[in-house]
């Protein structure tokens, strides 16, 4: 990764929050002490920024300059809260249209199903903020300038977004393989919001026991499963498609 995409130093990252800067991750030594790295914390805290503890050996990797135990990599885009964003939706007189990314890894699926989803009208994606893809140039090369329109929360955890959903009156479907009903058979006119798993383990169990409806694609082939962006894809669409013909 390019060093233009990290800040380095206690002061610096404080000022870069001050001043709106998006973080996708902090990297903070160990043992850091000092009254700036206790003033730091707070701040990180307010943002909702993830913070890595390291060895002091993984900053020095990073960069060669005086980074005082603190090395935050900046976002290239704003992050949204999902609690600001479907309370919007409604008030505009939109059916919220949502693609949650449960532990997702490969930034170049992630760009992909974020280029589709904008494609579509899907509203937001929404990403956790620890063990996911986080929008880095690599994901925003892969998603053709989509990342750039998409809005993207991110949240602690996708079970608590999934709850917040479902008390928002968002039906959430799980895109899974364990069920016997095809993505066909599932209603998406009304407010709905697609999960997608990680691209080995798939969605984890917690998430899966929240979901309202489960939907299958059927395969006939002999490997028994699509790549997670092409997936997406085709649930995507299945919900124009219907929105599309009720109309």
Do not use: W
């Not at 249209?97 to 899907?122: H, K, M, P, S, Y």
């Amino acid at each position: 990764m390019n060093n233009s995409e990290y800040i380095f130093g206690i002061r610096a990252v404080m000022e870069a929050l001050q001043a709106g800067k998006d973080l996708n991750k902090v990297f903070v030594k160990k043992d850091l002490q000092g009254d700036l790295a206790r003033e730091l914390m707070p701040m990180l805290r307010e943002h909702e920024v993830p913070v890595f503890r390291v060895p002091q050996e993984k900053l020095n990797r990073i960069t060669r300059k005086n980074h005082q135990g603190v090395i935050a990599m900046l976002s290239p885009v704003t992050y949204y809260k999902l609690d600001q964003i479907v309370p919007t939706l409604y008030e505009e007189g939109l059916l919220p249209f949502i693609v949650l990314l449960d532990g997702l890894t490969d930034t170049r699926n992630f760009g992909a199903i974020a280029r589709t989803a904008e494609c579509a009208g899907v509203h937001t994606v929404v990403i956790p903020d620890r063990g996911s893809v986080t929008v880095n140039a690599d994901a925003e090369k892969t998603s053709a300038g989509a990342l750039m329109h998409l809005p993207v929360c991110r949240v602690r955890s996708i079970a608590d977004a999934v709850r917040y959903l479902k008390d928002s009156g968002v039906k959430v479907v799980a895109a899974t393989e364990k069920t016997d009903s095809f993505y066909t058979a599932v209603d998406y006119t009304g407010p709905v919001a697609i999960v997608m798993g990680a691209e080995d383990t798939g969605i984890s169990r917690e998430v899966l026991a929240l979901c309202d409806d489960r939907a299958a694609i059927p395969m006939s082939g002999t490997i028994g499963s699509l790549n997670v962006s092409v997936a997406a894809g085709v649930l995507i669409y299945e919900v124009v498609r219907q929105r599309l013909a009720a109309e």
